[in-house]
């Protein structure tokens, strides 16, 4: 039996001056399962991630959370809703510690609007206090409550990476979605990623993970969808996606 869908996005469209970023994007994303996101350079998938979290407005399309319309919400309206997506530890929360970094409100909970930007930060710093119990089992969780003092500066590459996932986390969502979680990551950092991933999913978290390490996809994706040019191209078992020639062609430049 397949898995009911989670969030459906149906002819999603954004461009950029004249680069259709998306174009008609149609996919699915399955509740309680892992669903990558895979497809050569430029082929939409981090604005992908950034339509279904508020923070690019399609231009075009529908995307329905659990059948409900939630087309370009700002982001923290899609995080209310349990959709989070995951950041990079940035520069300027580089000179905060580890518990600081996970605590400071991520950027733009906000959508594109100044007023949203104020209500989405207002609201995060009111919570603070009572994140702080969360964040430090988050920390706990995954494996950097040693580092929680130290300047996240120190972080290594992977433990960037577990940090990005503690604070999506944070928001309590029920979808998360990765950005690229095992770029730069060592071989046992690698390891804990898999295993938090597939921990969390078995507690009934549903994920959205863009990635180019196709070793990583093919251990903890369920399904995957290939994008390229801006559309869904193929999707399928990691196996059935990667056999298909159009995807051969697709990462060849030759689609
Ligand atoms: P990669 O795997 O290289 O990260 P991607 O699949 O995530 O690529 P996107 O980053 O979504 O692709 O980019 C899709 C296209 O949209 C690219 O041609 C990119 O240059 C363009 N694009 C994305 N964001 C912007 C932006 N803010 N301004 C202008 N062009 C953009």
Known sequence: MNPSPFLQVKGLTRRYGGVAAL??????????????????????????????????????????????????????????????????????????????????????????????????????WAQERANADLARALLERVGLVKLADQPSAMLSGGQKKLLEMARALLMKPRLILLDEPGAGVSP?????IVRLVRELKAEGLSFG????????????????????QGRALVSGTFAEATADPRVVSAYLGVA
């Open 23 to 124: 174009d008609g994007v149609t996919l699915d994303l399955a509740r309680g399962q892992v669903t990558g996101l895979i497809g050569p350079n430029g082929a939409g998938k981090t604005t992908l991630l950034n339509a279904l979290t508020g923070l690019a407005r399609p231009e075009s399309g529908t995307v329905l959370l659990e059948g409900e319309n939630v087309t370009g919400l700002p982001a923290h309206v899609m995080a209310g809703k349990g959709v989070v997506r995951s950041f990079q530890i940035v520069r300027e929360l580089a000179s905060l510690t580890v518990f600081e970094t996970l605590l400071a409100a991520p950027p733009a909970q906000s959508g594109e609007t100044v007023a949203g930007a104020l209500f989405g930060r207002r609201k995060w």
């Open 209 to 228: 993970i863009v990635e180019h390490d196709m070793h990583l996809v093919e251990e903890v994706c369920d399904h995957v969808h290939v994008l390229a």
């Open 188 to 192: 046992p950092l690698r390891l804990e």
